[in-house]
Structure formats: C-alpha cells, structure tokens
C-alpha cells in the first residue's frame, strides 16, 4: 500500500494516497515510510499540522527521514 500511496502522490491523486498510507499503517504501525509519504501528501495538500505530526513520527521511527527533510529544507 506505501507503494501505490507514493505512485499516487506522485500523480497529485492526493485522496487516494492518503488512503493507501493509511491502510499500510494499519497493517503496519512502525512503518516509517509510509508516515513520511503520508505527511508529504498532507503538506501538498495544505494540511501543515498533520503533515508535521506524519514526518516528526517517521523521524522518531528512523532517523534516516531526518536527513531527508534537512536536505528538502536546503
């Protein structure tokens, strides 16, 4: 579902990815990526709160989306 959550992000299928990274961490609570991902929709959307709580989870669950979002900010 991540996968697909990110195809569709890329397409700006905003809605749809949302709920496809929704369904990935029902499936799984500890995967980063799909917190990450779900936070840059919601950004992209306009939705700054919820996108900053996806990304500050996805750093607390791998540091490596951490050095992602630094790099973004450059």
Known sequence: YSGRGQ???????????????????????????????????FEAMGDKLKATMDIEKAIR??????LIEKKDKK
């Open 7 to 41: 195809c569709r992000f890329i397409n700006q299928d905003y809605d749809q990815a949302i709920v496809d990274f929704d369904e990935a961490i029902q499936l799984d609570p500890y995967l980063a990526e799909a917190y990450y991902y779900r936070g840059k929709t």
């Open 61 to 66: 669950l791998d540091q490596r989306y951490n």
